[in-house]
């Protein structure tokens, strides 16, 4: 397990966009699952998992929607982790 919530919120989004393997291809992908789901999954709370959220689409890396959020540069969320 991943320590860093960061870290392991970026690693549960990468997984469940699939972007993480070879079949990532030039489209943004996107999850479907509530944030309370994700930070469920994760173990933490929908506050501090929004926090995370709220920062990664300042940053232009992810575009959230109602139950929904689509990874738009999977490769800079990826550089965060590694």
């Known amino acids: 397990m991943i320590r860093d919530p960061r870290r392991r919120t970026i690693d549960l989004m990468l997984r469940l966009a699939a972007c993480r393997g070879p079949l990532a291809g030039p489209e943004p992908q ?26 990664f689409e300042r940053q232009g890396m992810i575009e959230r929607r109602y139950r929904r959020i689509r990874i738009d540069k999977d490769a800079a969320l990826r550089a965060l982790i590694e």
């Open 30 to 55: 996107a999850i479907v699952a509530s944030q309370e789901d994700l930070a469920s999954i994760v173990n933490l709370s929908r506050t501090a998992l929004g926090k995370f959220l709220r920062d």
